[in-house]
């Protein structure tokens, strides 16, 4: 089973992701996990997308969608894919369709995680505020200023894909306030 896990920045969609990893041998495909990992391998792409990341903006459309076709022609998901923060706009559905197809594969499902403004507000300052006390260094995003600029970023670009898969019969819209194992019950509900 091939799914998308759609919503706003600290909506959960990492946290619930790798519980599907854990619970049904799925693979996660998070494009913000292998950009941050090619920042840090210090790559030309990484050393590319940097700013644009660090401000909360989207990088590119060819970049992302590269990065998702290497590991759909390399990967192995007998459990299917869970794509996490991917398609952010209306050209990379487009191009996951086409990939997917080419791989004689369908998406299943896709899960829109709804939560208010103020609570991912506050999530994502609160996981900056953790990743220190921890001794870690912040995400460079996870701040009240860059959260705004990624907020509406997903408004303007990435919010019209509700209505895409709406209109595909693929989405269902789970209330993603509740807690971490409350939102968990209701993905599993939804993929049977
Ligand atoms: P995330 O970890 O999903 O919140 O992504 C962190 C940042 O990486 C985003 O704010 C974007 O700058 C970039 N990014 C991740 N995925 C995408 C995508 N599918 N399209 C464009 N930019 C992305």
Same mark, same amino acid.
């Given at each position: 089973?091939?799914?998308?896990?759609?919503? *706003? *920045?600290?909506?959960?969609?990492?946290?619930?992701?790798?519980?599907?990893?854990?619970?049904? #041998?799925?693979? /996660?495909?998070?494009?913000?996990?292998?950009?941050?990992?090619?920042?840090?391998?210090?790559?030309?792409? &990484?050393?590319?997308?940097?700013?644009?990341?660090?401000?909360?903006?989207? !990088?590119?459309?060819?970049?992302?969608?590269? %990065? $998702?076709?290497? /590991?759909?022609?390399?990967?192995?998901? *007998?459990? &299917? +894919? $869970? +794509?996490? &923060? +991917?398609?952010?706009? %209306?050209?990379?559905?487009? @191009?996951?369709?086409?990939? %997917?197809?080419?791989?004689?594969?369908?998406?299943?499902? !896709?899960?829109?995680? #709804?939560?208010?403004?103020?609570?991912?507000?506050?999530?994502?300052?609160?996981?900056?505020?953790?990743?220190?006390?921890?001794? #870690?260094? *912040?995400?460079?995003?996870?701040? @009240?200023?860059?959260?705004?600029?990624?907020?509406?970023?997903?408004?303007? /670009?990435?919010?019209?894909? $509700?209505?895409?898969?709406?209109?595909?019969?693929?989405?269902?819209?789970?209330?993603?306030?509740?807690?971490?194992?409350?939102?968990? @019950?209701?993905?599993?509900?939804?993929?049977?």
């Amino acid at each position: 089973m091939n799914i998308i896990l759609l919503g *706003p *920045p600290g909506a959960g969609k990492g946290t619930q992701a790798k519980r599907l990893v854990d619970e049904r #041998q799925m693979v /996660q495909l998070s494009t913000g996990d292998m950009l941050r990992a090619a920042r840090t391998s210090g790559t030309a792409m &990484g050393k590319r997308v940097a700013d644009v990341m660090d401000r909360g903006e989207l !990088v590119t459309d060819e970049i992302v969608i590269g %990065l $998702i076709r290497e /590991q759909l022609e390399t990967r192995d998901a *007998p459990g &299917g +894919f $869970i +794509f996490d &923060g +991917f398609p952010r706009t %209306l050209a990379q559905a487009d @191009a996951l369709g086409d990939l %997917l197809a080419e791989e004689g594969q369908a998406l299943d499902a !896709v899960i829109e995680l #709804q939560v208010d403004d103020e609570v991912l507000v506050q999530r994502v300052v609160g996981r900056a505020e953790e990743a220190k006390a921890a001794g #870690q260094e *912040p995400r460079a995003d996870d701040t @009240a200023e860059a959260m705004r600029t990624r907020l509406m970023a997903y408004y303007k /670009q990435t919010s019209t894909l $509700i209505g895409y898969y709406h209109a595909k019969g693929k989405l269902t819209s789970v209330d993603g306030m509740g807690s971490m194992d409350a939102v968990a @019950a209701d993905i599993a509900r939804v993929l049977g």
